[in-house]
């Protein structure tokens, strides 16, 4: 560990190097990149300074055992070496965890799509339930959520809405929310009170920036509509909704939630342009073999990752079988035991492959 904590020191200096040449600093793409590379090594460098400060330590109160005659000195030599190994420790196991490797996506900002599906008029309604939900938990979070586009059901709630999430680390938080969620409730239009299983689907992507996919403006057609409401009625009466198609993969992305033009443009172009980085994604780890089957993180976005069962208030999520009996806390965005249980998760996993390499 030590080694590689060396190395990692030696490219901290690198980067501090780096960043004060003219040439990167003109370069918004260089500069941006290490500026996030020295932040992430920031950390770890922090940490290391003083694991190496306790391993200082270690070494005089050892030195002072073997040399020390004096049975006083030598007994607060033992007692200081029994609290500088528990604390050593502690250290080394959180510069593990540190020393993971992070996907590079995590601090991105996120697109989150919710799309209904089985189940009709209440699929829609729970996929509208499942939105609130997200709009509670970035609340909490202090994320900015902004719808781009949404289709709702006959009798509530959503066939689909999409929106973006911006804020701190943003993707590394909601990316555990992809796959398929699953209700089991009574819905209001059932006579007979049975209970009727529902479901809907979640995205959640990576928001990609300029510089991480270049789109060619003429493998897209643009076309213009009049933003329309439930019913069909007129929001406005200018073509201010914008609806773009990428020649290439007959990706279809649209906006309307804006009266400007050139906003529903923009907020357009930024899901397409995360659809078209995960499909690159994709590409590339499946080249290189490494698009592994998590037991947190599948990235199949059919896989059942959670049921919320109405009658019983249970909340279960079948990756990890986390089953937790607060039902109204989590639909009202209390995800955080969740989340933290799923990241616990996904670092285990990930300690185990160190391991074995």
């Not at 904590?5 to 003109?26: D, G, H, P």
């Not at 509509?225 to 007959?250: D, E, K, M, W």
Request: proline share 3%; hydrophobic share 35%; charged share 30%.
């Amino acid at each position: 560990m030590i080694e590689k904590l060396e190395n990692i020191k030696n490219r901290f200096e690198e980067i501090s190097a780096l960043l004060t040449q003219q040439e990167i600093v003109t370069d918004i793409k260089r500069a941006t990149e290490l500026n996030k590379e020295y932040k992430d090594l920031s950390k770890i460098m922090d940490e290391y300074s003083v694991y190496k400060g306790l391993l200082d330590q270690m070494e005089q109160a050892k030195h002072i055992l073997e040399t020390e005659k004096e049975e006083e000195l030598r007994e607060l030599a033992k007692e200081e070496i029994d609290i500088l190994t528990v604390k050593i420790s502690e250290r080394e196991s959180l510069l593990r965890n540190l020393l993971i490797p992070k996907d590079p996506n995590d601090r991105k900002n996120a697109i989150l799509e919710i799309r209904a599906g089985v189940g009709g008029d209440e699929a829609a309604l729970f996929a509208g339930v499942l939105f609130r939900m997200y709009q509670r938990f970035c609340e909490a979070k202090k994320w900015k959520i902004t719808l781009v586009d949404c289709t709702e059901g006959p009798s509530g709630g959503f066939k689909e809405v999409i929106s973006t999430v911006s804020g701190e680390n943003v993707y590394g938080k909601l990316k555990y929310e992809s796959g398929v969620h699953r209700v089991q409730r009574v819905p209001v239009t059932e006579a007979q009170g049975r209970v009727h299983t529902s479901a809907a689907s979640v995205v959640v992507l990576p928001e990609a920036e300029e510089f991480d996919v270049k789109i060619d403006m003429n493998d897209i057609r643009k076309d213009t509509f009049c933003s329309s409401g439930p019913g069909g009625q007129s929001v406005n009466t200018t073509y201010s909704a914008i609806r773009l198609t990428h020649i290439p993969t007959g990706m279809i992305v649209q906006c309307q939630d804006e009266k400007s033009q050139h906003r529903n443009f923009e907020k357009a172009l930024t899901v397409l342009r995360s659809r078209l980085y995960e499909l690159e994604l994709e590409k590339i780890n499946s080249e290189l073999g490494a698009q592994r089957k998590s037991m947190v993180k599948s990235g199949d976005r059919s896989d059942k990752i959670r049921t919320y069962n109405y009658p019983q208030s249970r909340v279960t999520d079948h990756r990890i079988g986390l089953t937790l009996y607060n039902l109204p806390a989590i639909l009202d965005g209390d995800l955080k035991e969740i989340n933290e249980a799923l990241q616990i998760a996904e670092t285990a996993e990930k300690l185990k492959e160190e391991i074995v390499r």
